[in-house]
């Protein structure tokens, strides 16, 4: 979830909370075993990450998160390992 130097659009942060809500239910089903939050910047940007008990779960979930997230600006997805709690820490 990003800005452009005037916040994080109200699409943006609805998106990104549907989407944490998927991610948190999944959570609850056991199908994500990692699930973090960074703030990235100033004006509220966060990044998301899971991590999943399976291929089959993460290949699943991308989906329904692309699907969530098509065409909202300043929502990024990206498929790509989870930065190390440490490397998170600003």
Same mark, same amino acid.
């Given at each position: 979830?990003?800005?452009?130097?005037?916040?994080?659009?109200?699409? +943006?942060?609805?998106?990104?909370?549907?989407?944490?809500?998927?991610?948190?239910?999944?959570?609850?089903?056991?199908?994500?075993?990692?699930?973090?939050?960074?703030?990235?910047?100033?004006?509220?940007?966060?990044?998301?990450?899971?991590?999943?008990?399976?291929?089959?779960?993460?290949?699943?979930?991308?989906?329904?998160?692309?699907?969530? +997230?098509?065409?909202?600006?300043?929502?990024?997805?990206?498929?790509?390992?989870?930065?190390?709690?440490?490397?998170?820490?600003?």
């Amino acid at each position: 979830m990003l800005s452009r130097g005037k916040g994080v659009p109200d699409e +943006a942060r609805a998106a990104y909370q549907d989407i944490r809500a998927l991610l948190e239910r999944q959570r609850a089903a056991y199908a994500v075993t990692e699930l973090r939050t960074q703030r990235i910047g100033l004006e509220g940007e966060t990044r998301l990450c899971a991590e999943f008990e399976s291929a089959k779960d993460a290949r699943a979930a991308l989906a329904e998160i692309r699907k969530r +997230a098509a065409s909202v600006d300043l929502l990024e997805v990206s498929q790509a390992p989870c930065p190390s709690p440490k490397e998170s820490k600003p």
